[in-house]
């Protein structure tokens, strides 16, 4: 019979070994976590973010016949910014991510990437006259120019998908997150997202219910924007345009995001200005395939 003090000492040793075992095993969980932190260090140095251009098909810029009971619902987005992750993206371009994102969740990315500048309206009394306004109605009054950039960015997505832009059986990619097409973020606003569910669905078309290629520029510049329907056809932006701070690199077609900020800051809902910067044009719902 082992004495106590002998009993004692076992067990201070098993302790230690148990404690030695415990103290490896974090040791090695770390050492993977610095290692995996490591490679993907490596890896975003080894594989810089994509600059266009693209290998993009020639497009016309003529409206597509299509069939809105049933669009796709989803889109493969070339993330330039992110190397490719087993797991985590649909296909491979040039080492980086293509990722499949559903439409909508989309369009809020885009509205948030593309109309950042529009968040100073809220808290700018003075942009076109909103002096006179309280922050809730400026927001509300924003929320009209977002809703408009959203029905762009919806439309103009889907008309990359059906006219098959990038080639997406060669490229694996329908459009990318750059200003090449459409500036897209991960980074999510409630206010944002609660204007594009306003929109959810909704396209622009023309009067025969052909999908518009619903371009859109920064800014005009003062000197307003040609449409989308008929290029000779010039389209009068707001006379603030014209101010240096509202100047922005322009191709100077369809809508002004500048000029839609200050329209809506005035008053304008939705479908005024549908009709200012997208002349012909009307709204179309759409339903996404699967959904109904």
């Known amino acids: 019979m082992a004495s106590p003090g002998r009993r004692h000492h076992g067990l201070d040793a098993q302790r230690r070994r148990e404690l030695r ?160 097409d459409q500036v897209y973020t991960d980074r999510r606003s409630e206010l944002v997202d609660a204007a594009v569910g306003a929109t959810r669905g909704q396209v622009l078309v023309d009067r025969r219910g052909r999908l518009l290629h619903a371009l859109y520029s920064a800014s005009c510049g003062g000197r307003g924007t040609r449409s989308v329907l008929k290029a000779s056809d010039r389209i009068e932006c707001h006379p603030d345009c014209g101010r240096h701070e509202y100047r922005r690199s322009s191709h100077y077609v369809g809508m002004c995001q500048w000029g839609s900020l200050l329209f809506a800051m005035e008053g304008h809902d939705l479908g005024r200005l549908v009709g200012r910067y997208y002349p012909g044009a009307r709204l179309q719902k759409v339903t996404y395939k699967g959904s109904r």
């Open 21 to 180: 075992r415990q103290w490896l095993a974090a040791g090695a969980v770390s050492l993977l976590a610095l290692v995996a932190l490591g490679g993907l260090y490596l890896r975003q140095r080894l594989v810089p973010p994509l600059r266009g251009p693209f290998p993009a098909r020639p497009l016309n810029d003529i409206p597509i016949s299509f069939d809105p009971s049933a669009v796709p619902g989803a889109l493969r987005v070339l993330r330039t910014g992110k190397p490719y992750r087993t797991g985590k993206c649909s296909a491979l371009y040039r080492g980086h991510c293509v990722e499949t994102i559903v439409l909508e969740r989309y369009v809020q990315g885009v509205v948030s990437g593309e109309e950042g500048v529009f968040h100073r309206a809220i808290h700018i009394p003075e942009l076109a006259g909103g002096a006179h306004l309280s922050e809730s109605q400026r927001r509300r009054r924003v929320a009209e120019a977002w809703k408009l950039q959203a029905v762009a960015a919806r439309s103009y997505a889907l008309y990359a998908v059906l006219a098959d832009k990038y080639r997406v059986k060669k490229t694996g990619f329908h459009i990318t997150d750059t200003p090449w």
